[in-house]
């Protein structure tokens, strides 16, 4: 398993690293190009996610039809030529044209697709999580090396360094990532839009992975610009803020992580970390020192790091295999509009309200969040048989529709195995085999 998630959990952990290095200090940086306002700014900093999420659905989708492997490359070629318009900008809107191109390359659902495709569907939390804690720790490493890099070489050599990562993240796919199997599953028909739409738990993730991005890029909007502008801090010592961040944040990854995972507390972890969320804010836009600023930023992106490696499993768990490229499509689709949503909102209310009632107005929205959580059940533990297609009668596949206590079944054609998952306390495996021969 290792061996084939690595490679795709390090191209789209070195992709957000990319997206995640400038974040630090873009906004100080747009403010002082040609033509610039704080709306521009805020348009900037959340722009890429604007494209994402219109193309992630279609990203998703291409990929169930015409393959991971070339969509994905076609999305590092577009992140590459955007981040280059980005380095060259010298005007508001040449950079934003950039950012919008960055996020057109919208390969996040295809990639988590693509891993699930790859481990057997019991490997697959453990898969979701090692991916999680890599899109992690990049977050945290670019905290420290964006502001350490561009205080020395400039902002624009920030984007330089994701154009050639992009590059190299695709020699990456081609060298070390396996094909995945041929999977025939069980459906007839395409994954339908508004059955995912009305799935009510993919919905509540849905929406909590808008709240979560929103609150990220509202805080990476209003973070470097308050301290600079309140606290005549200099950008050169953000580091200061974005150390301990990035620190405690690693720190909290891993048992978030394990109780999510091994003990099946994924609605506990969302919970705890939307408190971190609203206590983080009212400290942010209610302090009158740096101090207790930095404090604030520090507990925020605790509670960000404990949800990051759980997001992406919890999604997985509600999708059915021939619906991942789509559901997840949707889901970063949501994701991406809360960051766009929390650049641009930040933008528009930096001058024109102050911070202390926009973050009361978070902390309300904060306490509606946990309650929708409450009505979210953590994901139910299902069995898997793999029954090698030797040993079936291919025909007796479709009784397995009409069989209670089945979830759903399908056909890996390139290990030969037909695979089932099945609830045990209903149905034994026997059965199954029974029902096969």
């Known amino acids: 398993m290792i061996k084939s998630i690595l490679p795709l959990s390090s191209i789209i952990a070195l992709r957000f690293f990319g997206l995640f290095l400038v974040l630090p200090v873009l906004s100080v940086y747009a403010i002082n190009l040609h033509g610039?306002?704080?709306?521009?700014?805020?348009?900037?900093?959340?722009?890429?996610?604007?494209?994402?999420?219109?193309?992630?659905?279609?990203?998703?989708?291409?990929?169930?039809?015409?393959?991971?492997?070339?969509?994905?490359?076609?999305?590092?070629?577009?992140?590459?030529?955007?981040?280059?318009?980005?380095?060259?900008?010298?005007?508001?809107?040449?950079?934003?044209?950039?950012?919008?191109?960055?996020?057109?390359?919208?390969?996040?659902?295809?990639?988590?697709?693509?891993?699930?495709?790859?481990?057997?569907?019991?490997?697959?939390?453990?898969?979701?999580?090692?991916?999680?804690?890599?899109?992690?720790?990049?977050?945290?490493?670019?905290?420290?090396?964006?502001?350490?890099?561009?205080?020395?070489t400039g902002v624009e050599s920030l984007f330089y360094i994701t154009a050639v990562i992009a590059l190299g993240s695709i020699v990456v796919l081609l060298k070390a990532v396996p094909n995945p199997p041929k999977i025939e599953h069980s459906y007839n028909g395409k994954s339908k839009l508004p059955e995912v739409l009305g799935n009510a738990n993919l919905m509540k993730m849905n929406i909590t992975n808008f709240l979560q991005k929103g609150l990220m890029t509202f805080a990476f909007m209003i973070i470097p610009m308050v301290l600079i502008k309140n606290f005549q801090w200099e950008m050169s010592e953000l580091w200061k803020v974005y150390l301990p961040s990035m620190i405690f944040g690693f720190l909290a990854m891993a048992p978030a992580a394990i109780l999510a995972e091994k003990k099946g507390k994924f609605k506990e972890i969302l919970m705890i970390g939307i408190v971190f969320f609203a206590v983080s804010y009212l400290i942010i836009g209610l302090s009158s020192s740096a101090t207790f600023f930095v404090v604030g930023?520090?507990?925020?992106?605790?509670?960000?790091?404990?949800?990051?490696?759980?997001?992406?499993?919890?999604?997985?768990?509600?999708?059915?295999?021939?619906?991942?490229?789509?559901?997840?499509?949707?889901?970063?689709?949501?994701?991406?509009?809360?960051?766009?949503?929390?650049?641009?909102?930040?933008?528009?209310?930096?001058?024109?309200?102050?911070?202390?009632?926009?973050?009361?107005?978070?902390?309300?929205?904060?306490?509606?969040?946990?309650?929708?959580?409450?009505?979210?059940?953590?994901?139910?533990?299902?069995?898997?048989?793999?029954?090698?297609?030797?040993?079936?009668?291919?025909?007796?596949?479709?009784?397995?529709?009409?069989?209670?206590?089945?979830?759903?079944?399908?056909?890996?054609?390139?290990?030969?195995?037909?695979?089932?998952?099945?609830?045990?306390?209903?149905?034994?495996?026997?059965?199954?085999l029974n029902t096969l021969k």
């Open 297 to 432: 930023v520090v507990i925020f992106f605790i509670g960000f790091n404990m949800h990051e490696p759980i997001m992406q499993s919890l999604a997985s768990k509600f999708a059915k295999v021939h619906q991942r490229g789509l559901v997840l499509g949707i889901f970063n689709s949501f994701g991406y509009f809360g960051t766009f949503l929390g650049g641009l909102l930040g933008g528009l209310f930096f001058e024109k309200v102050t911070l202390a009632s926009l973050v009361i107005v978070i902390a309300v929205i904060c306490v509606l969040w946990i309650i929708l959580i409450l009505t979210m059940p953590n994901p139910e533990k299902k069995k898997l048989s793999y029954i090698p297609l030797n040993n079936t009668n291919q025909e007796n596949t479709s009784k397995l529709d009409t069989i209670e206590g089945i979830d759903e079944w399908y056909i890996n054609k390139t290990e030969n195995v037909v695979i089932v998952k099945y609830d045990s306390e209903k149905l034994q495996e026997d059965s199954i």
């Open 36 to 152: 610039a306002t704080t709306t521009l700014v805020g348009i900037v900093v959340g722009g890429y996610a604007l494209t994402q999420m219109l193309f992630q659905i279609p990203f998703g989708v291409m990929s169930d039809k015409l393959g991971r492997k070339g969509t994905i490359i076609t999305g590092l070629i577009l992140f590459a030529i955007g981040s280059i318009f980005c380095a060259i900008a010298t005007d508001i809107l040449t950079l934003m044209l950039g950012r919008f191109l960055q996020g057109a390359g919208a390969i996040g659902a295809v990639v988590t697709a693509m891993i699930s495709d790859l481990v057997k569907e019991e490997q697959r939390p453990k898969a979701m999580a090692v991916m999680g804690m890599a899109i992690g720790v990049s977050f945290a490493a670019s905290m420290i090396l964006g502001p350490t890099i561009s205080s020395f």
